[in-house]
């Protein structure tokens, strides 16, 4: 099998899938950094902006624009780290973690509506393959 030609296909799928998804939120919504960002504090916990930096791949200067346009939002608070006052630590509040919700309770409803149209086979070989995405996303 061609990987390079595999490698092509999959990015051309996955990347009409999330176009699809952005797509169906409205302008002015959390940007998909800030959502990336939401997910990790959700799911992680409290950290520091250096380390969601580190952590989303992206410089610090983006992490801190994507930060404070969360933080306007009331979406994430900051407090002194009590290790060391000079840096801050980053959590989730209850309304990022409502918001967040709310965004997944529309892609997920979304596709599954999609879903719908395929045949039980073909939604089990899609459930057959999510371990092998799962694992090509950890290896990205």
Known sequence: MDTVALAAALRLAMG??????????????????????????????????????????????????TLAGLEQRG???????????RRAIVSVTEEGRTMLEQRRSESVSRLAHALDEFTPQEQQALYDALPLLDRLAERL
Do not use: K, N
Request: charged share 25%; proline share 7%; glycine share 8%.
């Open 16 to 65: 009409r899938i999330v176009r699809r998804l952005r797509q169906a939120h409205a302008v002015g919504d959390v940007t998909l950094s800030g959502v990336s960002v939401l997910a990790r504090l959700a799911r992680t916990g409290p950290d520091s902006p250096g380390s969601l930096a580190e952590l989303e791949r992206v410089r610090p200067q983006a992490m801190a624009s």
């Open 75 to 85: 979406l994430v608070s900051r407090t002194p780290d009590t290790a060391d006052g």
